[in-house]
């Protein structure tokens, strides 16, 4: 069975930090680019971050670009979310995706395989 699973979500004070992570099983972890998405109540899905297969690649949204750090550990099958200096804003749910193309842009149509998302909540 192919699936991605979060967890690390908490809530948590304005300035704080917590790392998110996103297991994968059932699939060829090396052989996906990934991204995190996030979902507040009222707005849309926002693309957060992306990495190539082998890491070597990643980009932002640019409201968390220089707070927010992605990585992926190949060994492991697991993506991580480095997330400080947190901001009441960030609060979300957050969802890791996956995708075979090359596709390092942020439409979620473009991911074929979500997890059930991980709740993050920052207190001011």
């Known amino acids: 069975q192919v699936q991605v699973v979060e967890s690390g979500g908490a809530l948590v004070q304005a300035g704080g930090s917590l790392r998110l992570s996103c297991t994968a099983s059932?699939?060829?972890?090396?052989?996906?680019?990934m991204r995190w998405f996030r979902h507040a109540p009222g707005n849309e899905r926002e693309g957060v971050s992306c990495?190539?297969?082998?890491?070597?690649?990643?980009n932002y949204a640019h409201s968390v670009k220089g707070r927010f750090t992605i990585s992926r550990d190949n060994a492991k099958n697991t993506l991580y979310l480095q997330m400080d200096s947190l901001k009441p804003e960030d609060t979300a749910m957050y969802y890791c995706?996956?995708?075979?193309?090359?596709?390092?842009?942020?439409?979620?149509?473009?991911?074929?395989?979500w997890g059930q998302g991980t709740q993050v909540t920052v207190s001011s």
């Open positions: 990495i190539t297969y082998n890491g070597r690649w990643t």
């Open positions: 995706a996956a995708t075979r193309s090359y596709y390092l842009g942020f439409d979620p149509s473009r991911f074929t395989i």
């Open positions: 059932g699939l060829t972890f090396d052989a996906y680019v």
